[in-house]
């Protein structure tokens, strides 16, 4: 079959289409929220189109073909073996993270977490009732790493590790043998993990992202996986998730909590959309797709170095989400986001919500012309930033 080429080009209008990125404040250009500014892949539009041409949305099962395109697509691409019976299908990701901290731990109980980290994962450890451990990552000659002997400590106290792989915001891809220490401890004091790898597809060309629980198998036995097709083929409003626990005992205290929420029926257009998302055709796009974020990355990474060397882009080895130390700029970048929303009418995140004022996050999962008309907002903004 002759490859299709697939365009990232296009800018396709989102505002008034209810787009919580783009109509949160209308008339602000949005490098913040994390989905992309790129329509979905034409096979993943032909699964809906089927499903909508039937006409019928009445109430669901889960069928096998979809927990086949999951088992296919995880061993196909990422060399993981998981069963049917390992799969929990649940509507999303943050909220199926606050699911399995209210399963597999009790109020009071202490969840690591490595900082910086998604804003959502703090909520959910306070709303859930659970004390924040919180390992802080070192970041040290522009990149992050574990602090693995504060992460020891910790795991003689706590009942829960919250692990981010790939890593949001930092935008770490963490190597098999960081992930194999940071393993080696938690069963060394019985910690369980849950691991969310809502963006393990989106690697540079030439990367490849390492399951936690693939790992070995007393690592299956530790962890809860919540995993997605959301963030990287672009459905994150058709509300489509999985947690994949290989530990019956685990399996069992989350699929009982799932109950006691009445949480338990597929979305019809999310499960169309998975299974046309996990086929060669979405494969082809999603390759496609990660060249053209990461020449993004190459894109905005050298107008930094030519407007403002001062601050460092640090290296984007998996995420859509750029994240820049602007440190040698200015203590904290909360006010440099609100002036920039306010005069430049462009919106990059404060990494303030993250757990470190000292960056920024920008997400360059959009056409060129749309990064480049952000950036020069961002760069004449903060010329008159610094002026005043």
Known sequence: MEKIIYDFDTVIPRENTSSYKWDYI?????????????????????AIQKKVDHG???YTRTPDSYYNSVI????????????????????????????CMT????????????????????????????????????????????????????CKEAKLFLLCNPQNPAGRLWTREELERLGDICLKYGVTVISDEIHCDIVPPGSA?????????EFQQI???????????????????????????????VSKVMDWWVYTDMNQIGEAALQGAFTPEGENWLDQMNVYVHQNFLYMRERFAQEFPQVHVCDLEATYLAWADFSALMPDTK???????KNFKV?????????????????????????????????AGLRAYISR
Request: overall charge negative; hydrophobic content about 40%; aromatic content about 12%.
């Open 26 to 46: 209308p008339g602000v250009l949005p490098l913040w929220v994390a989905d992309m500014d790129f329509k979905a892949a034409p096979c993943i539009l032909e």
């Open 56 to 58: 019928i949305f009445g």
């Open 72 to 99: 296919g697509w995880w061993g196909r691409r990422h060399g993981w073996t998981i069963h049917k019976e390992w799969i929990l299908p649940v509507g999303g990701l943050v909220p199926g993270t606050s699911l």
């Open 103 to 154: 399963a597999l731990s009790e109020p009071g109980d202490k969840i690591i977490m490595n900082t910086p980290a998604y804003n959502a994962f703090f909520h959910c450890i306070k709303d859930c009732g659970r004390e924040l451990s919180e390992n802080k990552l070192i970041y040290r000659d522009g990149k992050y790493s574990f602090d693995f002997e504060d992460f020891e400590e910790r």
């Open 209 to 217: 992202y390492t399951p936690f629980a693939g790992i070995k198998e």
């Open 223 to 253: 962890c809860v996986s919540l995993v997605s097709p959301t963030k990287c083929f672009n459905i994150a409003g058709l509300q489509v998730a999985n947690i994949v626990a290989a530990n019956p005992v685990l399996r069992e205290k």
């Open 335 to 341: 006010e440099l986001q609100d002036y920039l929303i």
């Open 347 to 379: 919106w990059i995140n404060s990494g303030e919500i993250y757990g470190d004022a000292r960056f920024v996050r920008i997400n360059i999962a959009c056409p060129r012309a749309t990064l480049k008309e952000g950036l020069d907002r961002v760069f």
